[in-house]
């Protein structure tokens, strides 16, 4: 399927550009997602979704750059190991298909043991 090969592709990206800055894929930390809609409605029920699902931080707001979009940001509790992404990278981007939106993706912090 097309539509898992990109999103592997991109997280295979930003994962090598975290690790090249130190992360430790093991760490849990906060993750951030995000998708795009050209109207808050189309939204909504992805939302409601998500929190159904124990997605935290679940909030649609117009585009800051782009006011005929609208986002909706929502974080979940990971660690950044390429499984651990890949499963809901590809569960947002499927959601997002279901749903008629775009998914944006995803991002992080780089956590290190300190």
């Known amino acids: 399927m097309k539509l898992i090969t990109k999103r592997i592709a991109r997280d295979k990206t930003l994962l090598a550009t975290l690790q090249s800055r130190g992360d430790d894929e093991e760490l849990v ?3 951030d997602h995000s998708f795009l809609a ?3 409605e ?3 029920p992805l939302a409601d979704d998500l929190l159904h ?3 935290s931080g679940v909030s649609i ?3 800051p750059e782009a006011p005929q979009a ?5 974080t979940s509790f990971d660690c950044t190991e390429f499984h651990s992404v890949a499963k809901s990278s590809v569960l947002m981007a499927l959601l997002a298909q279901t749903y008629s939106v775009r998914y944006e993706g995803w991002g992080c912090s780089v956590a290190k043991e300190s």
């Not at 609208?70 to 929502?74: A, D, Q, S």
């Open 29 to 31: 930390r906060i993750i």
């Open 38 to 40: 050209e109207t808050k």
């Open 42 to 44: 189309a939204l909504v």
């Open 53 to 55: 699902m124990g997605f």
């Open 61 to 63: 707001n117009a585009h």
């Open 70 to 74: 609208f986002v909706l940001e929502c």
